[in-house]
C-alpha cells in the first residue's frame, strides 16, 4: 500500500468499533495505535480484543501464533496527536458528532502527512461536507460492519475530490485484512447496507403495525427464505433464476402498494416508549434479562461465525 517499513496505523476511538478495527490491522501485521481519551474505555477495548482473539482462534479464523503476536502490535495512548505525524493509514470511529470529527479531521490534516490516507468509519455522516481535510484527495469513508472482527464486508465510499489512488489502497488494505469491499461512487446517505435493511425495516415494521403478521413470523419468513440465499446470491442475482421479466412485472404491480412513510414504522416507536430497546435494556421483542449484554453479543457472534465457516464450504 506504499507505507513505510511501520506500516503504522491511527485510530482515533477505541469504542465499539474502534477497538476490533484495530484488532483486525494488528493480525494483519500492522503497528497501531489506538487512542481514546477515556482510559477506562481503552482498559475495556484492550480485555475485548483478548477475548475476540480467543474466540477466532476457537472458529480456527487465525491461528495461535497470531493470539500471541495481535497484542504487541498495538500501543494503547489518551491522544491521538503524537500518533498522527507517523501514521500512514487513519481510521476515526468517533461518536457521530460533525463538531467533534470537524476538528479531528483538521488536526489530522494538519499533524499528518500530505501522503497519509484518512479514513472515517461514518456510517451516515458526510464527512466530506461536514470534516474537510487538507488534501482532500486522501480522505475517503471506509465503513466496517458490526462485529468488525467476524464480518468480511468494507464499504468505501468516495467523496467528490477523493482519488482513484486512494480508492484503490483501500481495496488492497481490504484485500489484505480479508474483507470484500464494496464501492460507493459517491457519498449517498446510509450507503448500500444501510439503504436496503431500512428499506426492509420500513416494509417489516408496516406489516406488524397493519396487523397483518407478527414481528416472529416476518423474522421467520426472511431467515427461512432470504437468509438461506444471501450467502451465496444477492438480491439482483436471484432475478437472474426467477425472470427478469418476472421481476419486472412484479415491481409494476407491488412497488405503488408498498409503504413510502417517510417517518419511522408505529412498532419502532412503540418499542422506544416502552423503552424495550433490546439487548441493552435486557428486553425487546425477546427477553435477555437472564444474559448480559456482552453475553447476548458473544452468542450471537458465534453463531455468525458457525454461518462463515458454513459457507466457506458452499463458496468453494
Not at 444501510?194 to 397493519?210: F, Q
Not at 412485472?249 to 402498494?257: D, R, S
Amino acid at each position: 500500500m506504499g507505507m513505510g517499513k511501520g506500516r503504522e496505523i491511527l485510530l482515533v476511538g477505541a469504542g465499539t468499533m474502534g477497538a476490533p478495527i484495530a484488532q483486525v490491522y494488528a493480525s494483519a501485521g500492522y503497528q497501531v495505535t489506538l487512542t481514546d481519551i477515556n482510559p477506562e474505555v481503552l482498559r475495556r477495548a484492550e480485555a475485548r480484543i483478548a477475548s475476540n482473539l480467543k474466540t477466532l482462534a476457537e472458529f480456527g479464523e487465525i491461528d495461535e501464533q497470531a493470539v500471541k503476536e495481535t497484542p504487541g502490535r498495538i500501543t494503547y495512548a489518551a491522544d491521538y496527536r503524537e500518533a498522527a505525524p507517523r501514521a500512514d493509514l487513519v481510521v476515526e470511529t468517533v461518536t457521530e458528532n460533525p463538531d467533534l470529527k470537524r476538528e479531528i479531521f483538521a488536526e489530522l490534516g494538519r499533524l499528518c502527512s500530505p501522503q497519509a490516507i484518512l479514513t472515517s468509519n461514518t456510517s451516515a455522516m458526510n464527512i466530506f461536507d461536514a470534516a474537510p481535510v487538507s488534501h482532500p484527495e486522501r480522505q475517503i469513508i471506509f465503513h466496517w460492519c458490526t462485529p468488525a472482527h467476524i464480518m468480511p464486508l468494507v464499504e468505501l465510499v468516495m467523496g467528490p475530490a477523493t482519488s482513484v489512488e486512494t480508492l484503490q489502497k483501500c481495496q488492497a488494505i481490504a484485500a489484505e485484512l480479508g474483507k470484500q469491499a464494496v464501492v460507493v461512487r459517491q457519498y449517498i446517505p446510509g450507503f448500500i447496507i444501510n439503504r436496503l435493511s431500512a428499506a426492509m425495516a420500513r416494509e417489516a415494521g408496516y406489516m406488524v403495525g397493519k396487523g397483518w403478521a407478527s414481528p416472529e413470523d416476518i423474522d421467520t419468513a426472511i431467515c427461512n427464505t432470504f437468509g438461506l440465499r444471501y450467502g451465496f446470491e444477492g438480491h439482483l442475482e436471484l432475478f437472474d433464476y426467477i425472470g427478469w421479466d418476472v421481476a419486472y412485472l412484479v415491481g409494476a404491480f407491488l412497488n405503488p402498494l408498498l409503504c413510502s412513510d417517510p417517518t419511522p414504522a408505529d412498532l419502532a416507536r412503540q418499542m422506544v416508549e416502552k423503552n424495550t430497546l433490546g439487548v441493552k435494556t435486557g428486553r425487546g421483542l425477546k427477553d435477555y434479562h437472564h444474559l448480559t449484554p456482552e453475553q447476548a453479543e458473544e452468542i450471537r457472534q458465534r453463531k455468525i461465525l458457525k454461518m462463515k465457516k458454513a459457507l466457506q464450504d458452499i463458496r468453494a
